[in-house]
């Protein structure tokens, strides 16, 4: 079922964007239908998407739990155009993550956010959280290292939309959420 809610959503992108063929040249993967072998190399198709830029954030802290971030990728104010050429990239990328590392995400066809974790060793996850959103114009993708806890956290907490916003609740005070989509800008 989740497979098929990757595949529609892009949809919903596409009807935010325009309806124009793209321009922008977007990297393609050489074998379109082979799954990721790690979620790193995800993460490094999905920060090779035309437009995006490096940033600089050490962690991701709500409460006691925690993401260190290693590697950290985003584009704000895109046009419609980059839009559509943003999230279709992304989503052809996402679709061949394998289904059992995908933890929590949701779409609402304004954006889509995505956490997903794989266990390196003992007390150790490579983590992915990706998010983007037609109508504010962004997009980031996120890697770092997890613990259990964290991972099992992200995996049982809530998730909330409202419009553009994606919250995700780690613990009942506001302090200790994931703001998916505004904690990049």
């Known amino acids: 079922m989740m497979k098929t809610l990757l595949r529609i959503t892009p949809l919903a992108l596409i009807l935010l964007a325009s309806c124009t063929p ?7 993967a050489e074998d379109s239908k082979q799954e990721f072998a790690s979620i790193k190399d995800a993460y490094i198709q999905l920060s090779q998407i035309s437009g995006v830029t490096e940033d600089t954030i050490p962690v991701i802290k709500f409460g006691k739990y925690e993401v260190k971030v290693e590697n950290n990728v985003g584009a704000t104010n895109l ?10 990239t992304m989503f052809s990328i ?3 993550v394998p289904m059992e590392y995908i933890v929590n995400g949701a779409t609402n066809n304004l954006a889509a956010g995505f956490v997903y974790a794989n266990q390196l060793s003992t007390d150790k996850n490579e983590v992915l959280i990706v ?55």
Do not use: W
């Open 94 to 96: 996402l679709d061949r």
């Open 131 to 185: 998010a983007c959103s037609g109508e504010a114009g962004m997009y980031y993708a996120t890697y770092g290292i997890a613990n259990d806890s964290t991972v099992y956290a992200l995996r049982l907490c809530p998730l909330s939309m409202q419009g553009q916003r994606f919250t995700l609740t780690l613990e009942d005070t506001p302090d200790q959420q994931i703001h998916l989509i505004n904690f990049y800008e």
């Open 79 to 88: 046009d419609r155009e980059q839009i559509k050429n943003t999230g279709d």
């Open 22 to 28: 793209a321009n922008q040249s977007q990297p393609v």
